[in-house]
């Protein structure tokens, strides 16, 4: 049963690349949103890389967020722009005769937030700056929508350049920075605890989850470690 309140978080979910776990953070954070009682939605609104089958294209991330969701979503609202070639959007759009545009996303976006559940997560593509079409990118997305973000970093080596610039990216475009993730992707790096550890004194924001290697991407796993308390507290 979900828990009768007016509280209502939505968050805009990237990463320092693609690959880093994006998706496997917005499914933790929305089962550990669920596990204390709030109510879940999500969406990605534009995938790279799907499957035909019998009802149409599906993208694996976007069939693992609605599934996470309390919410009773179609994988259209999940994911309304499914492109089949798994490379950059603008590149898989190009292939599939299609233009991408900011407003027509934010469109889509604006439906699920209406919904008005107790926590909404939009998940990016790749990382903050990826290309939509030649003027635009996912960041403009994000700030027509206003919203905060949340930024998953692949702990590897190269993390502290990629973690920084992005984040400086974020706030140099206007939006706020809600906090940060730190997700091992590789097992066998070197000095990660001083990695995670130096990023925590340099990021202005609050580690939210810091997530070791997974080999098996278990999101009841990574949502044990997910900490809801500022991002869903009722003075954020």
């Known amino acids: 049963m979900t828990q009768p309140s007016p509280l209502r978080r939505s968050f805009f979910i990237t990463g320092t690349d693609t690959g880093v776990g994006k998706t496997l953070f917005s499914c933790a954070l929305l089962q550990a949103a669920a596990n204390a009682g709030f109510s879940t939605a999500a969406m990605k609104p534009v995938a790279a890389g799907g499957v035909q089958t019998a009802t149409g294209l599906r993208n694996e991330d976007a ?27 603008h590149i898989a759009a190009a292939h599939a005769q299609r233009r991408l545009k900011v407003e027509r996303i934010a469109g889509f976006c604006q439906g699920l937030l209406m919904r008005r559940a107790n926590l909404t997560v939009i998940e990016g593509a790749g990382g903050w700056r990826v290309p939509l079409n030649d003027n635009e990118t996912l960041a403009d997305l994000c700030k027509q929508l206003k919203l905060p973000v949340i930024l998953v970093v692949g702990i590897r080596l190269g993390c502290l350049n990629h973690a920084l610039l992005t984040a400086e990216a974020i706030y140099r475009d206007g939006l706020a920075l809600a906090g940060w993730v730190a997700n091992t992707i590789d097992p066998d790096m070197p000095e990660r605890f001083a990695n995670v550890a130096t990023l925590q004194k340099l990021l202005p924001a609050p580690l939210i989850a810091n997530i070791p290697w997974l080999p098996s991407a278990d999101i009841a796993q990574a949502a044990a470690l997910v900490d809801i308390t500022g991002l869903l507290s009722a003075r954020a």
């Open 63 to 89: 069939l693992l967020l609605q599934a996470a969701c309390t919410e009773a979503l179609s994988y259209e609202e999940v994911n309304p722009v499914c492109l089949e070639t798994a490379v950059a959007p």
